[in-house]
């Protein structure tokens, strides 16, 4: 379990980061924080593996404060896959990148490679292939992977489909997904709203380094204050469904105003327009 | 304007050609976005454009790329760069200075700009990127985000005749994309900017773009107005391309036989169509 408690941030005097941040993450949730450039959703993630420490207030894992964990005992509570793989990726070979977490930690050197051999298998790698000669979207996959292969029970990922194709897009999110539904507690940055809908069950929306809006995916995203406020857009598909609430009133409390992805709104319009279904 | 024809281009590296026989007409004022999936030559599409391709990348060239007039294997990549102004996909790699005002005023003292105008022009490009109480932050304080819009008003300041942009929007958040989108299409209209987008943001794309270039495996595998590509729904998801999602619903209505018009591009026009389909038109 994750809790903030009250923190504040800031990089220096005159720009608080954070102000005042409660939240509480309970282990085995999908969490997706939404908002604006600047609104202090890295920085949430950053104290989340205690790459930052908080000013004021208090960030706990598993009830014990990030500050009072080493390094290497956060390591084995959180994994965190950076925004650009690039800047996590530093072995000559996809199999090294793999053993480099394992050996940090202190694994024993046959667990370590039975490991990694179970995780190339799983991710279709060449463990002897150069990271740095391979594309974006399977550095990003590699990057993922040195963290599943940590076997750690949270992971923390700063828009992990930046930069991806729809095809790299929909590997990692599945990918992601599965881990979740392995019982992996992930939180996530993400400003792609398609993304946050089709993934998450829990969105937090902060704003000036605040937390405005926390609760389930659809009762967040179909929120009109929240929205306003954060400047968000949600997916397309509520987009249509909000705005046909919204100008008609005769719409009200029909599954065309209330569907939320695109399977419920194409069987809604289908029910009241009378087509074939499918 | 630019022209490109029969062009091919084969770096020094590798042992095939990264694009091949790509032949594309961008009129001057034209707001021209470019997707496809990973590899598919997309980046080095924009490097013909500005003259990156042959000029810093050396490889073999096949064809003529000209821009505004110039055959760039003809002109000095200086010469190029005073008419087309590029923001790269790593944002990071571009800006050199450590506060933001200075990055902005970097490209003008090098054109050799007038005090005053480059004044104006830095005022101009913050406000436009509403980035404007960030002008004397440092850069590594900036977010990523943060970062791609300085990028982006660094570029804007120089007021090129062409904007080149390779995935300009990647780190930023929805509304601030959109407003990216927006003020790209307004210079292209009011100023008669050239604007080639790369992007895999489908949905801003097709609202946006006047062109829209799909390349596949290093050729153009689909190139006209969004609502005429989009028809392709299938044969773009094949080569990992998604439409809109307001897209894909019309065309599933479509299926269904509920609805018999063209291809919607974006969200107000498959709202109108879905009023107009439940009666609901006010």
Redesign the interface.
């Known amino acids: 379990m994750i809790e903030f408690r009250d923190v504040h941030v800031s ?2 005097a005159a ?1 608080p980061v954070l102000r005042g941040v409660n939240l509480r993450i309970e282990q085995g949730e999908f969490v997706a924080f ?5 609104a202090g959703k ?1 920085t949430t993630m950053r104290l989340i593996n205690g790459l930052l420490k908080p000013d004021a207030g208090q960030v706990t894992i598993d009830g014990v404060p990030t500050g009072e964990l080493a390094t290497s005992q956060l390591a084995r509570r959180v994994g965190f896959l950076f ?1 650009n793989p690039d800047n996590q990726i530093c072995c000559s070979t996809v199999g090294e990148e793999l053993l480099f977490g394992l050996r940090a930690l202190g694994v024993d050197e046959a667990e370590a490679h039975k490991r990694v051999a179970r995780i190339v298998a799983r991710f279709g790698f060449d463990a002897n292939a150069d990271p740095f000669l391979l ?3 399977t550095r990003q996959l590699l990057a993922l992977a040195s963290i599943v292969v940590l076997g750690v029970p949270v992971i923390v990922l700063d ?1 992990p489909t ?8 929909t590997q990692v999110m599945d990918l992601i997904a599965q881990l979740h539904a392995d019982g992996t507690t992930v939180v996530m940055v993400c ?1 792609d ?2 993304i946050v809908a089709d993934y998450a069950h829990r969105v937090v929306v902060m704003h000036e380094g605040r937390v405005i809006d926390d609760g389930p995916t659809f009762d967040v995203l179909r929120n009109p204050a929240t929205l306003a406020q954060a ?3 949600p ?3 509520v ?2 469904s909000l ?2 609430a919204a ?2 009133a ?2 009200a409390g029909s599954p ?1 105003a209330a569907a939320n992805d ?1 399977d419920q ?2 069987h809604a ?2 029910a ?7 | 304007m630019i022209e490109i024809n029969n062009f091919s281009f084969r770096y020094r590296e590798s042992s095939e050609p990264t694009v091949r026989d790509i032949n594309l007409q961008i009129p001057q004022g034209c707001f021209c976005g470019i997707t496809g999936a990973a590899g598919s030559g997309k980046s080095t599409l924009t490097y013909a454009m500005n003259g990156i391709v042959p000029h810093w990348y050396p490889g073999d060239f096949y064809g003529q790329v000209k821009v505004c007039g110039m055959d760039t294997c003809d002109v000095a990549l200086t010469d190029i760069s005073r008419v087309v102004g590029s923001v790269c996909q790593d944002v990071e790699s571009q800006i050199i200075n450590n506060i933001v005002e200075d990055e902005m005023l970097y490209g003008l003292e090098n054109f050799g700009f007038p005090q005053s105008e480059m004044e104006r022009r830095v005022d101009q490009a913050l406000a436009d990127m509403g980035i404007a109480d960030l002008r004397q932050r440092t850069v590594d304080s900036l977010s990523g985000g943060q970062l791609q819009k300085l990028a982006i008003a660094s570029v804007l300041a120089l007021e090129p005749q062409v904007l080149v942009l390779d995935e300009p929007t990647a780190e930023l958040d929805p509304a601030s994309s959109r407003t990216v989108f927006e003020l790209l299409a307004r210079y292209a209209r009011e100023h008669g900017t050239t604007v080639v987008v790369v992007e895999q943001k489908i949905a801003l794309l097709s609202e946006f773009s006047d062109l829209l270039v799909v390349c596949e495996a290093g050729a153009i595998r689909f190139a006209g107005p969004p609502r005429e590509v989009l028809q392709h729904a299938d044969e773009l998801l094949a080569i990992g391309v998604n439409c809109p999602r307001s897209t894909t619903l019309m065309n599933s209505l479509a299926r269904a036989g509920v609805y018999a018009g063209g291809t919607c591009c974006k969200v107000d026009e498959a709202l109108g169509v879905l009023e107009a389909l439940l009666g609901v038109v006010a």
Not at chain 1, 34 to 38: D, L, S
Not at chain 1, 272 to 278: C, N, P, T
């Open positions: 990089y220096d720009t939404v908002g604006t450039n600047g890295s925004q594309n974006r979207g828009e930046t930069g991806l194709d729809y095809r790299e897009c400003h709203m398609e400047s968000l857009l997916s397309q598909i987009q249509l705005e046909l100008r008609h005769e719409l065309v695109l709104m194409v319009c289908l009241q327009l009378g087509g074939a279904d499918g």
